[in-house]
Nanobody, 123 residues
Framework: VQLQAFGGGLVQAGGSLRLSCAAS????????MGWFRQAPGKEREFVAA????????YYADSVKGRFTISRDNAKNTVYLQMNSLKPEDTAVYYC?????????????????WGKGTLVTVSS
């Protein structure tokens, strides 16, 4: 099973980026998929998650109204559209899969992890 995140890069504050995470090796169309991030010197934190149908989404308060998570089950891919980026959004972003749906998600709740992609927001 592999999860590969794409789309990170350097962007100015106020700009946008779209991250993608493609899963291979098995299908996750019936599982919750999510995004987490880890800034230098900080613990990994939850960013967003989406139910298997895409009908329910969850966001950290720090990104609500700016980030949008979506998924395409036919492509086994989850996306994170990030708008109005701030320097404090700078981090390595990871996609992950949870086998058990919950109301909140912590890193310990996730069962599969992808390699991260670095997002750097300059001021």
């Amino acid at each position: 099973v592999q999860l590969q995140a794409f789309g990170g890069g350097l962007v100015q504050a106020g700009g946008s980026l779209r991250l993608s995470c493609a899963a291979s090796g098995r299908t996750f169309s019936s599982r919750v998929m999510g995004w987490f991030r880890q800034a230098p010197g900080k613990e990994r934190e939850f960013v967003a998650a989406i139910s298997w149908s895409g009908g329910t989404t969850y966001y950290a308060d720090s990104v609500k109204g700016r980030f949008t998570i979506s998924r395409d089950n036919a492509k086994n891919t989850v996306y994170l559209q990030m708008n109005s980026l701030k320097p404090e959004d700078t981090a390595v972003y990871y996609c992950a899969v949870a086998l058990i749906p919950r109301n909140t998600y912590y890193p310990r709740d996730m069962d599969y992890w992808g390699k991260g992609t670095l997002v750097t927001v300059s001021s």
